[in-house]
């Protein structure tokens, strides 16, 4: 049952990535965490401006609804945004704030599963 589960998270990550890529999203990074107790999979991003922040996350919202599941977001109109879902993390920012909050160091000891752009 843990793989079929494991599967599903790993579907439904790669189905972000999918719908970041396709908006333009840029320098996407995603990591399995060591020690984080609410995520198996940790989904960084930047984006080129609030606008196509706001309309990536408006997709990938739609996208997990229409699977059955739930999402929580906060930062709309922001340099950050957050969204949880099934055990996955998703953070899109703009350049600056990426750079500003190097969140990447948090998971410095983590599993860098894959990149793009």
């Given at each position: 049952?843990?793989?079929?589960?494991?599967?599903?998270?790993?579907?439904?990550?790669?189905?972000?990535?999918?719908?970041?890529l396709i908006q333009n999203i840029k320098d996407i990074k995603i990591y399995e965490p060591?020690?984080?107790?609410?995520?198996?999979?940790?989904?960084?991003?930047?984006a080129t401006s609030n606008t196509q922040m706001n309309s990536a996350l408006t997709k990938i919202i739609k996208h997990i609804k229409s699977?059955?599941?739930?999402?929580?977001?906060?930062?709309?109109?922001?340099?950050?945004i957050l969204l949880q879902?099934?055990?996955?993390?998703l953070h899109i920012f703009t350049?600056?704030?990426?750079?500003?909050?190097?969140i990447e160091d948090l998971y410095f000891d983590s599993n860098l599963v894959n990149q793009y752009g």
């Open positions: 049952m843990t793989k079929k589960i494991n599967e599903n998270k790993s579907n439904l990550t790669n189905s972000l990535v999918d719908i970041l060591k020690l984080d107790i609410y995520s198996d999979h940790v989904i960084i991003s930047t699977l059955g599941l739930e999402a929580l977001s906060e930062g709309i109109n922001s340099s950050w879902s099934n055990g996955i993390s350049e600056e704030a990426r750079d500003y909050y190097s």
